[in-house]
Structure formats: C-alpha cells, structure tokens
C-alpha cells in the first residue's frame, strides 16, 4: 500500500458517497486506501459501508465508540491503523477537494520532506469555502497569532490551520502529542521540527451537512494554542503585566504631581516601551536572536512600533477618560490590555523574524553582530 486517507468524521453522511467517489477518481493509479474513523451519532457508517461495496479502492471503516481526543484523537488512530506510511488527512464535508491528493502525492515523492501541507494562503490558494467575511477575518487573525507564537516552527507554513496534509506517520512520535480538538496539524508542528513543504490549494464551501464550527470548538483552540506555547506566551504576559503596572504607577505619581494625564501617559509608554524590550530580549525571545537581525535593529522596531501603537492608544485612553469619564489609570490599564495581542504579534512576527537564509554577510555586519552578541549577553550576579 502506498498511501491511506485517513478521513475522521463525525455526522457526514450526506457526503460519504461523493467523497468517495471524488477520491477514487482523485488517485487512480496510486496503490491507495481510504480509512474512515468516524465518531458520528447518525448513519454516517452505513453510509461508508455502502459506498466501500462499490468503490474502486479499498475503504475501511473504524467506529469509536469514545471519541478519545476528538477530531485529533481521530487521526492518531488512524495513524496506527493506515497500512501506508503516507498518510493524507482530510476532512469528511468536501471543503478539502480531493483532487488535491494528487499534488499533495506528486510533491511527497519528491522525496526531500516528511510533511506536505494543503494551504489556502500560497500560491494560487483561496479561502472561498469560508462561509461570511466573519469567518475569514476570524481565520486570518487565528492564522496570525498561531504562526506568531511559533515563529521559528512554522516560518515555511502559511496554513498552520489547515486540516489537509499529507505526512509519513513516522516522522510523528505519537507519545509526545495530546491531541485536545481539531488542530492535529497545529499539534504535530509545535511538538517537533519538520521538513515541510506546501501546495495550495482551493477551500470549497461544504457539499452537504451544517458546519461543525462554533463558539466551543474555538474555545478548544484557544485552549490548545495556550497550552502549546503557554511557556512563551506566559513570560510574555508576565513582562507586559510588570510593564503595564509601571507605566500605571508612572501615570499615577505624575498626575498626583499635578502633571496632565496625557503628558503622564506619554512618560510612562517611553519608560516602560524601554524596559520592555531589555526584558523581552533576556526572557522571551533569547533563543530567536541569533537567527534574527542586530540588537539595534530590532529595538529601532519595537520602540517605532510601540510608539506608534501609543500614538494610536493614548487619543483612545483620552476618549475613555473624556466621554465615558473613566479615570485615567484605569482607562491606561484597558488599552494596555487590549494592546497586548498585537505586540506579541508584531515582535514574534517582525522584529524577531529570521533573516533570510542565504543573505551576504558583510564584514560589518558581523562586527555588528558580535557586538550585539557581547552587549545581550547574560551578566554574572
């Protein structure tokens, strides 16, 4: 067997049929299989069973009566149970085309790659399937904050997100993941580095059935995104929370001195906007400044863009504390709040962003990056 189809479904029956036949047409000439493990309460398996008496490839089915893990758990087991080390996941309701199999297939045998990812964001990908433009700005913004709490693992990804891959099931080492919902492909990157490649491709509306995404299944994500990398988030957190008590203490004293509170409020941004970055270079980001441009450089980034963002927060502190007459310490401590998000991203995503590999070192560049190296260094205390 040269490659499964690992397809894990809950309640699709409506579309077992066509999904069936596509993928059939989809591989012929490929030594295939299709492997459903369903978790449904409908007569989703008598529809698999129906449509495996006439399809053209081999297609099992793998009812659980626990949906241990849910979608995630799913495919691990389908991971166990694949004759083929290749092994394609795809959701059951169409929206992953399954003529894509093919170039996923055609890219695997290339031979120089152990993950080949589906994405809608490369290429000539699209994202049409998405039913509103709701939808596609919430994937857009769950796109963005995932690859920037993992900037290093998911630099050649732009679809972190997407469920439609094609792996060899032993590049993944089962024991390390715990699969918490519907983002196996989120799980298997974060947990280990991989040679991964992308093809696009195009995300379709669903063929049939309702939509499983809901206000729960996000939930699930922001829970297994925050345990993937609660670690850098954590200390992240922590420095902004240190920063945002200084610069409301800041704000405080300089208004008991009788200092308007907008001037306070610029003080203490440029005090803590410092302290910030010299924090965030000793224990958030350490391990990515190597990779990443000189220390001048990447505080010129951090303090435009902090400043820039201050520039846009303080006029909408002001409006807090002139329509809705809120103090202004506590409406300091709301922007901060809500400015948190954007600067994780913007420093995972820019200022820490690794130069491109092959770019012409110069001779002061290096004298530049040994001083930044001597300079960052952690002191002895």
Same mark, same amino acid.
């Given at each position: 067997?040269?490659?499964?189809?690992?397809?894990?479904?809950?309640?699709?029956?409506?579309?077992?049929?066509?999904?069936?036949?596509?993928?059939? +047409?989809?591989?012929?000439?490929?030594?295939?299989?299709?492997?459903?493990? &369903?978790?449904?309460?409908?007569?989703?398996?008598?529809?698999?069973?129906?449509?495996?008496?006439?399809?053209?490839?081999?297609?099992?089915?793998?009812?659980?009566?626990?949906?241990?893990?849910?979608?995630?758990?799913?495919?691990?087991?389908?991971?166990?149970?694949?004759?083929?080390?290749?092994?394609?996941?795809?959701?059951?309701?169409?929206?992953?085309?399954?003529?894509?199999?093919? &170039?996923?297939?055609?890219?695997?045998?290339?031979?120089?790659?152990?993950?080949?990812?589906?994405?809608?964001?490369?290429?000539?990908?699209?994202?049409?399937?998405?039913?509103?433009?709701?939808?596609?700005?919430?994937?857009?913004?769950?796109?963005?904050?995932?690859?920037?709490?993992?900037?290093?693992?998911?630099?050649?990804?732009?679809?972190?997100?997407?469920?439609?891959?094609?792996?060899?099931?032993?590049?993944? &080492?089962?024991?390390?993941?715990?699969?918490?919902?519907?983002?196996?492909?989120?799980?298997?990157?974060?947990?280990?580095?991989?040679?991964?490649?992308?093809?696009?491709?195009?995300?379709?509306?669903?063929?049939?059935?309702?939509?499983?995404?809901?206000?729960?299944?996000?939930?699930?994500?922001?829970?297994?995104?925050?345990?993937?990398?609660?670690?850098?988030?954590?200390?992240?957190?922590?420095?902004?929370?240190?920063?945002?008590?200084?610069?409301?203490?800041?704000?405080?004293?300089?208004?008991?001195?009788?200092?308007?509170?907008?001037?306070?409020?610029?003080?203490?941004?440029?005090?803590?906007?410092?302290?910030?970055?010299?924090?965030?270079?000793?224990?958030?980001?350490?391990?990515?400044?190597?990779?990443?441009?000189?220390?001048?450089?990447?505080?010129?980034?951090?303090?435009?863009?902090?400043?820039?963002?201050?520039?846009?927060?303080?006029?909408?502190?002001?409006?807090?504390?002139?329509?809705?007459?809120?103090?202004?310490?506590?409406?300091?401590?709301?922007?901060?709040?809500?400015?948190?998000?954007?600067?994780?991203?913007?420093?995972?995503?820019?200022?820490?962003?690794?130069?491109?590999?092959?770019?012409?070192?110069?001779?002061?560049?290096?004298?530049?990056?040994?001083?930044?190296?001597? +300079?960052?260094?952690?002191?002895?205390?």
């Amino acid at each position: 067997m040269q490659l499964s189809i690992i397809v894990p479904t809950f309640n699709e029956s409506p579309n077992i049929a066509e999904l069936v036949r596509r993928i059939g +047409a989809a591989v012929r000439g490929i030594d295939a299989e299709i492997l459903f493990v &369903d978790d449904s309460t409908d007569d989703t398996p008598a529809a698999v069973l129906e449509a495996a008496e006439t399809a053209p490839l081999p297609v099992r089915l793998v009812h659980r009566e626990a949906s241990t893990g849910g979608l995630g758990g799913a495919v691990l087991e389908g991971f166990v149970l694949a004759e083929a080390d290749a092994c394609v996941v795809m959701d059951g309701d169409l929206q992953h085309p399954p003529e894509t199999i093919r &170039d996923l297939w055609e890219r695997f045998g290339r031979g120089d790659v152990d993950l080949v990812v589906a994405s809608r964001y490369v290429g000539g990908g699209t994202s049409g399937g998405l039913a509103d433009r709701t939808r596609v700005l919430v994937s857009q913004a769950a796109t963005a904050v995932t690859r920037a709490m993992f900037p290093i693992r998911l630099r050649e990804v732009s679809d972190p997100m997407t469920g439609y891959f094609l792996i060899d099931r032993r590049a993944v &080492d089962q024991a390390i993941l715990q699969p918490r919902g519907f983002k196996i492909l989120l799980e298997i990157l974060a947990r280990r580095t991989m040679r991964v490649a992308e093809v696009p491709f195009d995300f379709a509306p669903r063929h049939a059935g309702d939509s499983k995404a809901s206000v729960r299944q996000g939930i699930h994500f922001l829970t297994q995104l925050t345990a993937l990398r609660f670690g850098k988030m954590s200390v992240f957190a922590l420095i902004g929370g240190l920063g945002a008590i200084a610069n409301m203490a800041i704000v405080w004293a300089l208004t008991q001195l009788g200092v308007g509170y907008v001037l306070a409020a610029v003080v203490g941004a440029e005090v803590t906007i410092i302290g910030n970055f010299l924090l965030l270079e000793r224990f958030v980001f350490h391990d990515m400044r190597a990779a990443a441009s000189a220390g001048w450089i990447r505080f010129a980034k951090s303090f435009t863009f902090n400043n820039v963002e201050a520039l846009v927060r303080i006029p909408v502190m002001a409006l807090l504390v002139e329509t809705w007459h809120i103090s202004a310490v506590l409406a300091t401590g709301i922007t901060l709040l809500v400015a948190f998000i954007v600067r994780f991203v913007f420093h995972s995503l820019v200022v820490y962003a690794p130069r491109k590999p092959g770019a012409a070192v110069t001779p002061v560049r290096r004298i530049v990056d040994e001083i930044d190296a001597q +300079a960052t260094s952690p002191g002895e205390l």
